[in-house]
């Protein structure tokens, strides 16, 4: 019983905590609601790049520990569903990014001719991107190798977790509102469209009124083994799960503004994912009534991939 620890939540954050927690010897259960393939985290991108998330000070290192993960398994990407990929990154400038920049040592300004149509400026590198339906899968086998174990459990409190063990790693992203509760946690809506690759080998990343993807907003194009993702969207306070045919033909021209080669590239999918943002991720520890330890590690919004080891590591070690 000691040596027992419940993760509440069954996405990217929370598997890697889980598989974090296993590796060093504790008996890990995982309670999620849904399964891996249905979570928010399914829908990702998934690029490395910290987005939209703070605090600076922290998601720094956090970003830095999980980069060296991912270079690490990428070597064999057909297991983990991590390549290293290069790309473009529009309007950013490298004085503006965090120490995880010095591991890539080919970042760099991109020259007038590698620049997509309508853009001015970009960063040009490689970096992780992930199969995010192959990664879940990857990290619940490790989870099981280490001799952890994934339950379909709903939720309706904290104290049920602590009820069988001593230890609660609180992952629950948008469910944490309730379980807490925290109503600082707000859904963070993106919409993203599937379709087949007419080969696009690079990821391109180009921000709302930086002369490229147009003032309406964000265009990103990731090739996936699965088809190429194209986006997005992010609408904050927004719960609607349902894809809205608007938004994604407007997904669909901005891309292709970029890369004209996309019109007329056959859909295969669409997706609507919430991202569980917050103004700071969260990641302390705390006590349950009854005395058993709790550590939160949730709120990292768009940017849960991009931080999910650095963060692990942390929750492991609050987890005492």
């Given at each position: 019983m000691s040596e027992t620890v419940i993760v509440v939540g069954g996405g990217v954050v929370g598997l890697t905590s889980a598989v974090v927690l296993a590796?060093?010897?504790?008996?890990?259960?995982?309670?999620?609601?849904?399964?891996?393939?249905?979570?928010?985290?399914?829908?990702?991108?998934?690029?490395?790049?910290?987005?939209?998330?703070?605090?600076?000070?922290?998601?720094?290192?956090w970003s830095?520990?999980?980069?060296?993960?991912?270079?690490?398994?990428?070597?064999?990407p057909e297991a983990t569903g991590v390549r290293v990929v290069a790309g473009l990154m529009t309007g950013t400038a490298p004085a503006g990014l965090g120490s995880w920049v010095r591991e890539l040592p080919e970042?760099?300004?991109?020259?007038p001719g590698e620049l997509p149509a309508g853009?001015?400026?970009?960063?040009r590198g490689r970096v992780p991107l992930i199969d995010m339906p192959a990664h879940l899968r990857y990290l619940e086998g490790r989870l099981h190798a280490a001799g952890g174990s994934v339950e379909p459990r709903t939720v309706g409190a904290l104290e049920e977790a602590a009820a069988e063990a001593p230890v609660v790693v609180n992952c629950s992203g948008l469910g944490a509102r309730e379980l807490?509760?925290?109503?600082?946690?707000?859904?963070v809506r993106g919409q993203l469209v599937v379709v087949e690759n007419p080969g696009i080998e690079?990821?391109?990343?180009?921000k709302g009124g930086d002369g490229g993807g147009g003032a309406a907003g964000l265009a990103y194009l990731f090739p996936q083994p699965f088809g190429l993702v194209l986006g997005g969207t992010a609408e904050d306070?927004?719960?609607?799960?349902?894809?809205?045919?608007a938004t994604a033909a407007a997904i669909v021209e901005r891309c292709a503004v970029l890369r004209p080669e996309l019109r007329g590239a056959r859909v295969l999918a669409h997706r609507v994912g919430l991202r569980p943002?917050?103004?700071?991720?969260?990641?302390?520890a705390g006590q349950l009534p009854g005395g058993a330890r709790l550590v939160h590690n949730y709120g990292h919004g768009g940017a849960g991939v991009t931080v999910a080891w650095g963060c692990a590591e942390e929750a492991a070690r609050l987890a005492g």
């Open positions: 590796e060093r010897g504790r008996r890990v259960r995982v309670w999620s609601r849904d399964a891996a393939e249905r979570t928010t985290s399914a829908v990702a991108g998934a690029l490395f790049w910290p987005y939209r998330i703070e605090p600076a000070e922290r998601v720094g290192p830095l520990r999980s980069l060296r993960e991912y270079v690490a398994l990428a070597r064999d970042l760099r300004e991109a020259r853009c001015g400026q970009a960063l807490v509760p925290d109503a600082s946690v707000f859904p690079e990821w391109l990343v180009s306070h927004s719960w609607d799960l349902r894809p809205d045919p943002a917050r103004a700071r991720v969260r990641v302390e």
